[in-house]
């Protein structure tokens, strides 16, 4: 028997009634705050997310997948959703005359190549957004609130934790203080430490081997060598998550090690017992150095990503209602072949009107057609007999109530639409 490959899951049944819900939550706040969904391939040419990522980050080095193809290109099957966009967006020209910024989001499957375990698997749904063409803190609340509010509807209480890096001037002013400070400890640090040490000292910050030692917790913080410019701005957002009343904490430990990156980086923080120290949901930041790495234009941009998957296990842990129609609004009924072509008939034209309808395809009793719409959890019966039939007429019965009554098949949908 052919199984599916290790660290990938089907999705049916529960489950996917599940994910549906959530992907219709997202869907409808994104429209509230005017985001239009966009979709990229779900490949694309490795140059793209060893520019983007980094040569050095783990996800390249460790856990994307490469391939060639029969063309003998280098390929990898998409990592993360926003290289991919920032692509497309350039690909495209979006930037042509904008007046207004540009706001996508998507929600799709990414690949790494991970240790799978519970919420984390090689095949994942990841849902994002990107907010591109201002470089205003205002954009900045905006996704952050935007973030925070998807976990809200979902009925996850959460909390921001936010700091910022600050421009290009304090943000290498922050490297030169890392690289002074980690160089006489750098020996008691992994090697993917040292090695990072002079590509990129940022990177140490998130090391995942060396995240509870002394060094790491003691080392210097962003907002200590921010100029001016960058804790004014800093302190304008603040201001802003203060007027929509979000709920945010100061992290002077929260970096972004990515070069791209600058001024406000952020995470989205849950309090799941289940998930122990590991209760961050999602993050973003600002990345306004990332377009013209790709050999687009000098143009701001300000993100969020977060997991679908582990989203939907923390409502799991939590006991959220995902508030999920498990119940049909009709199920016809018939005994002989020419109650039958009536029940074809009404079955397409019930759904047509909006009913969610249902009837019988393996030709049973209708003790077993009874049982069949107590396992869809009918809300009605609609019975079918030739005697009835002859005046135009269905048995309308309530499965609630048992109630019953004659309806003129010409009136079905109006009584039906009354009822339901």
Same mark, same amino acid.
């Given at each position: 028997?052919?199984?599916?490959?290790?660290?990938?899951?089907?999705?049916?049944? #529960?489950?996917?009634?599940k994910? &549906? /819900?959530?992907?219709?939550?997202?869907?409808?706040?994104?429209?509230?705050y005017?985001?239009?969904?966009?979709?990229?391939?779900?490949?694309?040419?490795?140059?793209?997310?060893?520019?983007?990522?980094? %040569?050095?980050?783990?996800?390249?080095?460790?856990?994307?997948?490469?391939?060639?193809?029969?063309?003998?290109?280098?390929?990898?099957?998409?990592?993360?959703?926003?290289?991919?966009?920032?692509?497309?967006?350039?690909?495209?020209?979006?930037?042509?005359?904008?007046?207004?910024?540009?706001? @996508?989001?998507?929600?799709?499957?990414m690949f790494?190549?991970?240790?799978?375990?519970?919420?984390?698997?090689?095949?994942?749904?990841?849902?994002?957004?990107?907010?591109? *063409?201002?470089?205003?803190?205002?954009?900045?609340?905006? @996704?952050?609130s935007?973030?925070?509010?998807?976990?809200?509807?979902?009925? #996850?209480? @959460?909390?921001?934790?936010? +700091?910022?890096? *600050?421009? &290009?001037?304090?943000r290498?002013?922050?490297?030169?203080?890392?690289i002074?400070?980690?160089?006489p400890?750098?020996?008691?640090l992994?090697?993917?430490?040292?090695?990072r040490?002079?590509? +990129?000292?940022?990177?140490?910050?998130?090391c995942k !081997?060396?995240?509870?030692?002394? !060094?790491?917790? +003691?080392?210097?913080?962003?907002?200590?060598?921010?100029?001016v410019?960058?804790?004014?701005?800093?302190?304008?957002?603040?201001?802003?998550?203060?007027?929509?009343?979000?709920?945010? %904490?100061?992290?002077?430990?929260?970096?972004?090690?990515?070069?791209? /990156?600058?001024?406000?980086?952020?995470?989205?923080?849950?309090?799941?017992? %289940?998930?122990?120290?590991q209760?961050?949901?999602?993050?973003?930041?600002?990345? $306004?150095?990332?377009?013209?790495?790709?050999?687009g234009?000098?143009?701001p941009?300000?993100?969020?990503?977060?997991?679908?998957?582990?989203t939907?296990?923390a409502?799991?842990?939590?006991?959220?209602n995902?508030n999920?129609k498990?119940n049909?609004? @009709?199920?016809?009924?018939?005994?002989?072949?020419?109650?039958?072509?009536?029940?074809?008939?009404?079955?397409?034209?019930?759904r047509? $009107?909006?009913?969610i309808?249902?009837?019988?395809?393996? $030709?049973?009793?209708f &003790?077993?057609?009874f049982?069949?719409?107590?396992?869809?959890?009918?809300?009605?019966?609609?019975?079918?007999?030739?005697?009835?039939?002859?005046?135009?007429?269905?048995?309308?019965?309530? $499965?609630?109530?048992?109630?019953?009554e004659?309806?003129? !098949?010409?009136?079905?949908?109006?009584y039906?639409?009354?009822?339901?």
């Open positions: 028997m052919i199984t599916k490959q290790k660290g990938t899951y089907d999705v049916y049944g #529960i489950d996917a009634k994910r &549906k /819900y959530v992907c219709d939550v997202i869907d409808a706040i994104c429209e509230k005017n985001y239009t969904y966009m979709e990229t391939p779900v490949f694309e040419a490795s140059e793209l997310f060893h520019r983007s990522v980094g %040569e050095s980050s783990d996800i390249v080095r460790k856990e994307t997948y490469d391939f060639k193809d029969r063309g003998e290109r280098s390929i990898t099957l998409r990592p993360e959703g926003t290289a991919g966009i920032v692509r497309s967006f350039i690909e495209n020209k979006m930037y042509g005359n904008m007046t207004e910024p540009v706001k @996508v989001y998507y929600i799709e499957p790494r190549y991970e240790r799978p375990q519970s919420g984390r698997s090689r095949q994942f749904t990841q849902f994002g957004f990107e907010f591109i *063409g201002s470089d205003d803190a205002i954009s900045d609340a905006e @996704v952050i935007l973030a925070y509010n998807t976990y809200k509807l979902l009925g #996850i209480d @959460v909390k921001v934790q936010l +700091n910022t890096l *600050g421009d &290009k001037e304090s290498d002013n922050y490297r030169e203080a890392l002074k400070y980690f160089e400890n750098i020996d008691k992994c090697e993917d430490c040292k090695e040490l002079h590509k +990129n000292p940022l990177r140490i910050l998130d !081997i060396d995240s509870e030692s002394d !060094i790491l917790k +003691n080392a210097p913080k962003t907002i200590d060598y921010l100029n410019d960058s804790k004014n701005r800093f302190l304008k957002l603040q201001e802003y998550l203060d007027l929509m009343d979000i709920s945010y %904490e100061i992290n002077t430990n929260l970096v972004r090690g990515l070069d791209y /990156y600058n001024h406000t980086v952020f995470e989205i923080v849950g309090n799941i017992p %289940e998930f122990g120290s209760n961050v949901l999602g993050g973003g930041g600002r990345y $306004n150095g990332l377009i013209e790495m790709l050999d234009p000098s143009m941009a300000v993100g969020f990503a977060m997991g679908l998957d582990r939907i296990l409502m799991e842990k939590l006991g959220v995902f999920i498990d049909i609004d @009709v199920y016809i009924m018939y005994g002989n072949e020419e109650e039958k072509e009536t029940a074809t008939y009404l079955l397409q034209d019930l047509l $009107n909006g009913f309808a249902e009837t019988d395809y393996m $030709n049973r009793q &003790k077993n057609q049982k069949s719409a107590d396992r869809f959890n009918s809300k009605y019966l609609i019975i079918l007999k030739n005697d009835d039939l002859k005046d135009f007429k269905v048995t309308v019965k309530d $499965n609630t109530t048992k109630e019953e004659l309806v003129n !098949i010409n009136d079905l949908v109006d039906l639409d009354m009822k339901l």
